[in-house]
């Protein structure tokens, strides 16, 4: 009887090596997430049309934005996966904290760190923090898109054991078929979200309404996050609350209330704007 699912691909989880320089799969991710999503945000701020009134925002601080935005993710991401998945093991071994190496990172702690250094820069630059946090959001599926990617190639964040068709037996899950749960997210966080936004952004005039793309794109995360939770084998230091919520669910919830709110607000926030 021929074995379910395809056979996980071997490939070597280092990307990049010079000399004794290299760059795994997932810090090229965030390394292309970065350039990728400084070209869109730059192409958003300067195409006029897209905009109520003047952005703020220029071309030539994109970059200076881009990098406290990718700061405030790197250290928000393992901050969160700190205190929100693993907080007892990391307060006994606190050194191991910065082993980012070794993996541990929460994309919910990424988002929340890099809003509070993005409201700090927004004060020191007086831009008004909703616009810098419509042209964020819109880029963030770039990244997710990516970085799910990333995921898939080092085997980790796979997802329940199945029978589909297109089922991968991953050798850290035992070799049995399961769910590439990392990729169920690559499609729905990044493609998708992506596609949704720019629909809204380029055909709708979603960034004349201050908040308003920063709020969907938060609840298009929260709302895909979720769902292929359902799929994910969660973490085992935590497991499941109530039989099947897990703490990626909790943490999505608050997004997506804050992204409600940010959609709201936005007709009221562009009549404040004008």
Do not use: C
Request: overall charge positive.
């Amino acid at each position: 009887m021929p074995e379910i699912g395809f056979a996980f691909p071997n490939i070597d989880p280092v990307a990049i090596s010079i000399g004794p320089l290299s760059i795994q799969w997932y810090g090229l991710a965030y390394l292309v997430s970065l350039v990728l999503g400084s070209l869109y945000i730059k192409k958003l701020v300067s195409t006029r049309k897209l905009w109520s009134a003047e952005p703020q925002l220029k071309s030539a601080a994109v970059e200076d934005m881009a990098f406290y935005t990718f700061l405030g993710i790197f250290i928000g991401g393992r901050l969160g996966y700190v205190l929100f998945y693993n907080f007892s093991y990391y307060l006994q071994n606190p050194l191991e904290v910065f082993s980012v190496w070794d993996g541990g990172m929460s994309i919910h702690g990424g988002v929340l760190f890099s809003a509070l250094i993005i409201l700090v820069y927004s004060r020191v630059k007086q831009i008004y923090y909703r616009q810098l946090f419509d042209v964020l959001m819109a880029a963030l599926p770039i990244g997710l898109f990516l970085g799910r990617i990333a995921n898939f190639v080092n085997g980790e964040l796979y997802g329940h054991v199945t029978n589909v068709a297109w089922a991968v037996r991953f050798p850290a899950g035992g070799s049995v078929p399961r769910h590439p749960s990392q990729l169920y997210e690559s499609l729905l966080e990044g493609l998708v979200s992506f596609v949704i936004l720019w629909v809204l952004v380029w055909k709708f005039g979603g960034l004349k309404r201050p908040g308003y793309i920063a709020g969907v794109s938060a609840i298009l995360y929260g709302i895909s996050r979720i769902f292929v939770e359902f799929f994910r084998v969660p973490d085992v230091q935590i497991g499941y609350y109530l039989g099947f919520v897990t703490q990626g669910m909790i943490l999505s919830i608050p997004m997506i209330l804050l992204g409600i709110y940010f959609v709201a607000s936005s007709k009221s926030a562009q009549q404040k704007q004008v």
